[in-house]
T-cell receptor, first 114, second 114 residues
Framework: KAGVTQTPRYLIKTRGQQVTLSCSPI?????VSWYQQTPGQGLQFLFE???????NKGNFPGRFSGRQFSNSRSEMNVSTLELGDSALYLC?????????????FGPGTRLTVL | GENVEQHPSTLSVQEGDSAVIKCTYS??????FPWYKQELGKRPQLIID?????GEKKDQRIAVTLNKTAKHFSLHITETQPEDSAVYFC?????????????FGTGTQLKVEL
């Protein structure tokens, strides 16, 4: 079974631009969560999508948004990029809250904002 | 919201020794506690998890203990090997029908020296 995939793997943007990251979960997984990883803040939860609905949201500004499609693939968007948005963005997929709870992480997208 | 503290931030042990990493959480309703290992440049991978209805769980050289009253849980690695060198993250989650939002500790850099 293929693992979680994320595209692109690396991205360089400038301040003020916007960016869209993509995540394809493991086949059969319906929940996709997004995390931001930085050396200073560690792993921080952004949001979770399940059956195309945002089910949980972390403490990030409205510039961070996401969506999920009917095939469970998910995208996250960051508008008006700031230098502080430079980070590794990880997505993780899991079955449902009623089954095994393990979240499987993708390789991440390394975003650099100049 | 949930807050997870993790100690120590760095840990250096000799090969063959044991390593212990400790975490405390703030939300008494949290009921799922996974531990992830992240090697340099790689994605976090689940190494063991425990639910709140269990006090201890073992998997070969790895064990996790949970004290719900004190709201802390620990990772124990015995007979450490060089390949155990990595960053370890604890996490806590209140799993409900509404999802599984992981709150991570700040990580422990474990170095196993020959």
């Amino acid at each position: 079974k293929a693992g979680v995939t994320q595209t692109p793997r690396y991205l360089i943007k400038t301040r003020g631009q916007q960016v869209t990251l993509s995540c394809s979960p493991i086949s059969g997984h319906r929940s996709v969560s997004w995390y931001q990883q930085t050396p200073g803040q560690g792993l921080q939860f952004l949001f979770e999508y399940f059956s195309e609905t945002q089910r949980n949201k972390g403490n990030f500004p409205g510039r961070f948004s996401g969506r999920q499609f009917s095939n469970s693939r998910s995208e996250m968007n960051v508008s008006t990029l700031e230098l502080g948005d430079s980070a590794l963005y990880l997505c993780a997929s899991s079955l449902t809250s009623g089954g095994p709870l393990e979240q499987f992480f993708g390789p991440g997208t390394r975003l650099t904002v100049l | 919201g949930e807050n997870v503290e993790q100690h120590p931030s760095t840990l250096s042990v000799q090969e063959g020794d044991s390593a212990v990493i400790k975490c405390t959480y703030s939300d008494s309703a949290s009921n799922y506690f996974p531990w992830y290992k992240q090697e340099l440049g790689k994605r976090p991978q689940l190494i063991i998890d425990i639910r709140s209805n269990v006090g201890e769980k073992k998997d070969q050289r790895i064990a996790v203990t949970l004290n719900k009253t004190a709201k802390h849980f620990s990772l124990h690695i015995t007979e450490t090997q060089p390949e155990d060198s990595a960053v370890y993250f604890c996490a806590a989650s209140k799993v409900t029908g509404g999802g599984n939002k992981l709150t991570f500790g700040t990580g422990t850099q474990l170095k196993v020296e020959l």
